[in-house]
C-alpha cells in the first residue's frame, strides 16, 4: 500500500489514501480520457480520508466515474472551493489511484515491442529495396 498523502483546499489540510478497490480506481484512473477534471474529482472524494469527505459517493452514481465526479465538483465549489484548488489535489488523488494499477514490467513490456534495431526489408518485394534499376515501363 502505497504512504497516505496531503493536500490543502482551502487552507485545510486533507489526507488522501489509496483506496482499497482496484476496481473503483480504474474506473476512476480510465475516466481521465474522456474527462479529466471530472475523473480528478472523482479521484479526489474517493481517496479522501477522514473530515469534510463530500457526501457523493460513487456507488450513489451507479459507479460512473464522471457522474461521481460532477457531482463532486458541485458539492466542493458550493462549499467555496475554487475549481483549480479541486483540480490540483484531484490530480495528486488521481495519481495516487493509479499507482499499482499497472507494473513497472507490463510497462516495460508494452513498451518493448521493437527492438530498436534497422528496419527488417526481408519479405519486400524488389521494388520495395534499392536495386538500382526502373521499373518496367518507367522512364529512367
Known sequence: MSEPVTVTL???DVLLERPASASARWDVYSAATSNPNR???AALALCWSGKGRPR???AAHRFE???FGGAVIDELVDRGV???EIIGAGLRAWQLCGEGLITGAEVDE???FSDGGA???AGSSPS???TGTVPSGGAG
Do not use: C, I, K
Open 56 to 58: 457523493a459517493r460513487l
Open 110 to 112: 508494452a513498451q518493448d
Open 39 to 41: 475523473a480528478f474529482a
Open 119 to 121: 528496419p527488417s526489408t
Open 10 to 12: 482551502v487552507g485545510v
Open 128 to 130: 520495395a529495396e534499392s
Open 82 to 84: 475554487a475549481l483549480p
Open 65 to 67: 466515474p464522471l457522474a
